[in-house]
């Protein structure tokens, strides 16, 4: 009976491990997004440093939205995508959501930070959203957009988790049986 025990924590363990290292994030609006960022700005990333955990990106600002910045600076982030971790990459533009941390910027996926923003996120759809941020009174309540995809994707792993362990408790339950 211990080893089925042993085995159906183990397979539990084993099942749910991936969900618990994969980044998930609530999802919000752009507005949300800048509400929530002290500095909203465009930049390329001109390198990359990686230590350990966390990652180092020197930017070169060419537009800012939200707070006073120098032209370069560093935004430090997680080094890993499933730390939500912002992958930089020299050379590519990206607009950044971040908020001061002891000593750096900091930023992740889960801020908005995105990478082309010519491609996603605009100026004019920046400056709209920094509009609608500063008409929210600050202590409101504010509706959050759920992304359903995300959403099923992060009760996934756990709904599979239990299934798994439930399929081994029973395989136990019924092996423990027939052997008596």
Same mark, same amino acid.
């Given at each position: 009976?211990?080893?089925?025990?042993?085995?159906?924590?183990?397979?539990?363990?084993?099942? @749910?491990?991936?969900?618990?290292?994969?980044? $998930?994030?609530?999802? @919000?609006?752009?507005?949300?997004?800048?509400?929530?960022?002290?500095?909203?700005?465009?930049?390329?990333?001109? @390198?990359?440093?990686?230590?350990?955990? $966390?990652?180092?990106?020197?930017?070169?600002?060419?537009?800012?939205?939200?707070?006073?910045?120098? *032209?370069?600076?560093?935004?430090?982030?997680? $080094?890993?995508?499933?730390?939500?971790?912002?992958?930089?990459?020299?050379?590519?533009?990206?607009?950044?959501?971040?908020?001061?941390?002891?000593?750096?910027?900091?930023?992740?996926?889960?801020?908005?930070?995105?990478?082309?923003?010519?491609?996603?996120?605009?100026?004019?759809?920046?400056?709209?959203?920094?509009?609608?941020?500063? *008409?929210?009174?600050?202590? $409101?309540?504010?509706?959050?957009?759920?992304? *359903?995809?995300?959403?099923?994707? *992060?009760?996934?792993?756990?709904?599979?988790?239990?299934?798994?362990?439930?399929?081994?408790?029973?395989?136990?339950?019924?092996?423990?049986?027939?052997?008596?």
């Amino acid at each position: 009976m211990g080893a089925v025990l042993t085995a159906t924590v183990a397979v539990g363990f084993l099942a @749910h491990a991936p969900a618990a290292w994969a980044c $998930s994030c609530v999802a @919000h609006t752009l507005e949300q997004r800048y509400q929530a960022a002290e500095f909203v700005f465009n930049g390329v990333v001109e @390198h990359v440093d990686t230590v350990g955990d $966390s990652a180092r990106a020197r930017i070169v600002l060419d537009e800012i939205f939200k707070g006073r910045l120098p *032209s370069e600076l560093e935004v430090t982030t997680a $080094s890993t995508s499933a730390a939500c971790g912002v992958p930089f990459v020299g050379g590519i533009r990206y607009t950044v959501f971040a908020t001061q941390d002891v000593e750096d910027l900091a930023t992740s996926a889960c801020d908005g930070t995105t990478e082309d923003p010519a491609a996603r996120v605009g100026a004019r759809d920046i400056a709209t959203a920094g509009q609608a941020a500063a *008409s929210i009174e600050p202590g $409101s309540t504010v509706a959050v957009e759920a992304d *359903s995809a995300a959403d099923r994707t *992060s009760r996934a792993g756990p709904i599979a988790a239990a299934a798994l362990i439930a399929a081994a408790v029973m395989a136990g339950v019924i092996w423990v049986r027939l052997v008596r």
